[in-house]
């Protein structure tokens, strides 16, 4: 009997595991390393491949779609903005709304005075040219997949967190472009397609966020955010603003020295 069990055991060994777990472990593994090979840094691109973001921007200036999706994007990141510095400062978050005329309204919960609610309604209008900013630098420095990897898991969240269809079908849209591009981008091209999309979608923000700081400057809406931080402190609404001019101007200064770094 014991003779017996060990050329059982010998010849199950020499078997080898079951066919359909092995030919599993490969596919999982591949899956993996490809993830992380699209979330590691690869070496800068060469600026004189970049002309996506050329081409990005430029459909947003000629083609009223396209610029009304930058404009959708901008207000996305603001009212992300919002919802994800509320957090960090310890508010809730209940969910946002993107609305028809391509205004947002994110929903925290927390005290109704204090620091963490101004910084909250602070957050929301600089947060365009700081994600642009750093999207574009990012791109310049190879990590346009850092980038899209990190934007995916944030739009997954903001799915969850959707409280109407209009703004889950938007999210789901950018969240399927963004999917394809960090998956497929630099492999169906002969050119850093990631960076330069990345780098074009980071310049849009950025444009964005001087528009938006130029509509609110020119909005009666007592319940827009610079005077809703006037009605919380003693600080005028105006000041409020031009904390955002300030943010906008050092984003741009930032991204105007890198690029002209490249030439």
Same mark, same amino acid.
Request: proline share 5%; net charge positive; glycine share 12%.
């Given at each position: 009997?014991?003779?017996?069990?060990?050329?059982?055991?010998?010849?199950?060994? *020499?078997?080898?595991?079951?066919?359909? /777990?092995? %030919? !599993?472990?490969? $596919?999982? #593994? +591949?899956?993996?390393?490809? =993830?992380?090979?699209?979330?590691?840094?690869?070496?800068?691109?060469?600026?004189?491949?970049?002309?996506?973001?050329?081409?990005?921007?430029?459909?947003?200036?000629?083609?009223?779609?396209?610029?009304?999706?930058?404009?959708?994007?901008?207000?996305?990141?603001?009212?992300?903005?919002?919802?994800?510095?509320?957090?960090?400062?310890?508010?809730?978050?209940?969910?946002?709304?993107?609305?028809?005329?391509?205004?947002?309204?994110?929903?925290?919960?927390?005290?109704?005075?204090?620091?963490?609610?101004?910084?909250?309604?602070?957050?929301?209008?600089?947060?365009? *040219?700081?994600?642009?900013?750093?999207? /574009?630098? %990012? !791109?310049?420095? $190879?990590? #346009? +997949?850092?980038?899209?990897? =990190?934007?995916?898991?944030?739009?997954?969240?903001?799915?969850?967190?959707?409280?109407?269809?209009?703004?889950?079908?938007?999210?789901?849209?950018?969240?399927?472009?963004?999917?394809?591009?960090?998956?497929?981008?630099?492999?169906?091209?002969?050119?850093?397609?990631?960076?330069?999309?990345?780098?074009?979608?980071?310049?849009?923000?950025?444009?964005?966020?001087?528009?938006?700081?130029?509509?609110?400057?020119?909005?009666?809406?007592?319940?827009?955010?610079?005077?809703?931080?006037?009605?919380?402190?003693?600080?005028?609404?105006?000041?409020?603003?031009?904390?955002?001019?300030?943010?906008?101007?050092?984003?741009?200064?930032?991204?105007?020295?890198?690029?002209?770094?490249?030439?």
């Amino acid at each position: 009997m014991i003779s017996t069990h060990a050329i059982d055991t010998t010849m199950l060994a *020499a078997a080898g595991p079951t066919p359909g /777990v092995a %030919a !599993a472990a490969p $596919g999982a #593994a +591949g899956f993996w390393d490809g =993830v992380l090979a699209r979330v590691a840094a690869t070496t800068p691109p060469d600026p004189r491949l970049l002309w996506p973001a050329a081409v990005v921007v430029a459909l947003a200036w000629a083609l009223p779609v396209v610029r009304r999706w930058a404009r959708a994007l901008t207000t996305l990141v603001h009212e992300a903005g919002h919802a994800v510095v509320g957090m960090l400062v310890g508010r809730r978050f209940h969910g946002f709304v993107v609305a028809g005329d391509l205004s947002g309204r994110a929903v925290t919960s927390g005290r109704s005075r204090g620091p963490g609610r101004c910084i909250t309604a602070w957050a929301g209008y600089p947060m365009p *040219a700081i994600v642009g900013a750093g999207a /574009v630098l %990012a !791109a310049l420095s $190879g990590w #346009a +997949g850092a980038v899209l990897a =990190v934007a995916l898991v944030v739009l997954v969240v903001l799915l969850a967190m959707s409280r109407s269809v209009r703004t889950a079908v938007l999210v789901t849209l950018c969240g399927a472009a963004v999917a394809a591009l960090w998956w497929w981008g630099d492999t169906t091209a002969a050119v850093p397609l990631r960076a330069g999309v990345v780098a074009g979608v980071g310049l849009l923000l950025l444009a964005g966020a001087w528009e938006s700081l130029g509509d609110v400057a020119r909005s009666r809406d007592g319940g827009a955010d610079h005077r809703t931080l006037g009605a919380l402190t003693p600080l005028p609404a105006g000041f409020w603003w031009l904390t955002w001019t300030l943010v906008d101007a050092g984003a741009t200064w930032l991204v105007v020295r890198a690029v002209a770094e490249l030439w």
